[in-house]
Structure formats: C-alpha cells, structure tokens
C-alpha cells in the first residue's frame, strides 16, 4: 500500500466515522492543519466560547458578588459530573486546583493514613510532576523514595513498607496501560494505598474506578477533556476513605461553615474538604463545558474511536517503515501512539514548518501523535505519517 492507497483508505474511514459530526463542535481555525497534540491541549469546543460569555457578561457582569450563590458549590458540581467518565459516584470528585497541588495533597493524606510505613514507590521514569511531588512529601515525612531497578518494573517491588505508591495509568511516552485493577490489588495486598495519575486517561478510554478498588486519583482537564489551557484538575477519593482524610493543605473553600469567620478548622463533610482556596469560576465553566462534551458523545464511542485511530496510525507506520514503540494491543494502549527515531526533536519542529502538522516530542527520541477521538481524523493521521516519513527516508 503506496501513500494514495493510505490517504484513500483514510477518507474511506472518515466518511464512516460516527464521530466525525463531532469535529464540528470544536473550533477549527485552519482546516488543513492535521493536530495531533490533543493529548497535551485538546482543541477548543464552540460552547466554551458561549459559556465564557455568558459567565463574563451575565454572571459577573450584571450578577457581580451575587453570582457567588451559585459559584460556591461549582467545583463539587463539576466533580459530579465528571464522576460518571472515572466510574465513580457523585460526591467522589472535585474538580480544584492544579494536578501538582492535588498530587501534594493526597500524597500528604496517604502517608498519614499509613503512619507506620517508611517509603513511597514510583517508578523513576514517571512523569516528571509526580517524581517531584513523591520526592517532596517523602522528605517532608522523613520516608525513604522507593523505584525499580534497571531491568525492573514497579510491579516487581515488594510494597509491605510503602505508605502510598504513585503511577500513571497510561504512559505519557509511549500510551502503554497499566493493569488497574490487578496493580491496585498488588499494593493493597502489601497494606500500600495507591494514587493514580489519570491524566492521560480521563477522555480517552473507559474507567471504572470501582471496579478496580481505587483509593485515591488526580488527573488533568486540558487533554482529551478540552477543558483549555491551564484547566483545574480533579481529585477522586473513594467514598470509604473520605472521612478518614486529614486536608493537610488548609484554605477557607474547605472549610464546613467558611463564613464563621472566627470559627477553628472544620472541614467539610465529604470530598469538599479537600477544597482549598477561592476557584477559578471561568476556568472551573471551561473544563465543564468540555467534561460535557465528552459525556455527550459517550466514552464507549470515544475509546473506541481512539483504538481505531491509534490502529489506523500503526498501520500506516508499517506502511512507511517507521518505528512504533507503542503497544500493538488496542486493548493496553492509550489513545497515542510514539515514533522512535534519533531526530525526533527536528522532525516534530520540521513537521509544523513544513507540513501543517503539530505533533510533540518527548525526550529523547519520540515524536508522539495523539489521537483525540472528537476531533483528529484518519486523514489527519494518515498525513501526518506520511510526511513525517518522507522526512526521514528523503
């Protein structure tokens, strides 16, 4: 199959897409740009422009302090509808902060729910925020920082000392899934509690936190969610764990009577304790509105979708002789794949100059094509590979 074979074949797939309305819902500035970076910043949905209008001009424009009615609650009513994409219950989920703050604070949490343990595991090629939260709280606590080996998985250490361990469903290099279910029951079996990092999860493929066990997750909004640059994350804590929680960060939004001025720390009932300061309301209304979207379209539709893309783009690989260090099984790969070669950097750079791709690179030798299932198209990908390709055997 030549390139003319690989372009047809990807409008044949576009023009039976299901989800292929859906790109309408997004604005696109330049139809001929192929995006693949949504699983760093997905695009910006149309009612994201609406909303943030409608909440600048009517609710704080004309509503002023009196719109703080209605905003005081918003990030555990945008928790609950972000809930039904982690599998989780209403009152599970708050929507607050960034991912590094809530990673701080859970970690924090975690280690005092496991006071006679000495160490946190991660594996030391995670993401770099999740190595610098465990390194922190670690040294706050005086617990000793626990990784694999060369060689090693974390799946092969022994956790009957860890307090909590941190891992990221997906990998952000190369999209491979980690077992949650059989991972969580590991470190459970040790006495470890577990943080999930979801971020390149959330959006992408069907979660079921339950069903796994999960104790505690953080995760981003701005990825496969939409929820724009900068977008609050989330934390989930099991509903079993809440109560047991100690906010070791303190603000007045976590507060159960936080107009009792004088009052002395009290913390809201439920996953609110876990609120800090004063939200970001238009940032809180612009993930919601891409939260929407998701739940809208339906995350069977989206992770399939994502399978088919991540597919479509090994197969077009193949085709140009490029190399996927990717997993081959849809089943255990996120929705991105990850090209290996020793100019990735250049070739990402080169791919927007000259071709009207954005990509991404991740040290130290991949270009990643994200797959983000409302708005990438098969012709998008089959593109993008294609050039990428001719830049590589030219």
């Known amino acids: 199959m030549n390139s003319d074979d690989l372009l047809n074949r990807a409008y044949e797939l576009d023009s039976t897409d299901p989800l292929a309305h859906w790109r309408d819902r997004f604005v696109i500035d330049d139809p001929d740009l192929s995006y693949l970076d949504g699983n760093s910043l997905g695009m910006l949905p149309r009612s994201t422009v609406h909303r943030i209008h409608e909440v600048m001009n009517d609710e704080w424009g004309s509503g002023l302090i009196r719109s703080w009615r209605k905003w005081l609650e918003l990030p555990l009513i945008v928790g609950n509808e972000l809930a039904p994409l982690l599998g989780a219950d209403d009152g599970e989920v708050v929507v607050h902060d960034s991912t590094s703050v809530n990673l701080h604070q859970l970690l924090h949490a975690a ?178 509105c891409g939260i929407e979207l998701s739940s809208e379209a339906g995350m069977p539709a989206i992770a399939a979708k994502g399978r088919a893309l991540t597919d479509f783009a090994h197969e077009c690989c193949d085709e140009m002789q490029l190399e996927s260090v990717s997993p081959r099984d849809a089943s255990i790969r996120g929705s991105h794949i990850a090209i290996r070669h020793p100019n990735a950097k250049e070739l990402t750079e080169r791919l927007e100059r000259e071709h009207s791709v954005i990509a991404d690179y991740r040290d130290p030798d991949l270009v990643r094509l994200g797959c983000s299932a409302l708005t990438t198209r098969f012709g998008d990908v089959a593109r993008s590979v294609i050039r990428l390709a001719s830049m590589v055997h030219q």
């Open 111 to 288: 280690v005092r729910l496991r006071p006679d343990r000495r160490c946190i595991a991660v594996d030391a090629h995670e993401f770099p925020t999740d190595r610098y939260a465990v390194e922190a709280v670690a040294g706050e606590h005086g617990l000793t920082v626990v990784s694999p080996q060369s060689g090693e998985h974390l799946d092969d250490l022994d956790f009957s000392d860890c307090a909590v361990v941190v891992r990221s469903l997906i990998d952000y290099r190369t999209a491979e899934i980690v077992d949650l279910h059989s991972f969580t029951q590991q470190a459970h079996q040790a006495g470890a509690l577990v943080i999930w990092d979801l971020s390149h999860a959330v959006g992408a493929i069907e979660l079921d936190v339950h069903a796994a066990d999960v104790d505690m997750a953080i995760g981003c909004t701005y990825k496969y969610l939409n929820g724009g640059p900068g977008a609050p994350a989330f934390s989930f804590v099991r509903s079993s764990l809440i109560s047991d929680i100690d906010q070791p960060i303190r603000g007045w939004f976590g507060q159960d009577n936080q107009f009792t001025m004088d009052g002395a720390w009290s913390p809201k009932p439920g996953i609110g304790r876990l609120m800090i300061g004063t939200p970001s309301i238009l940032a809180l209304e612009a993930a919601r």
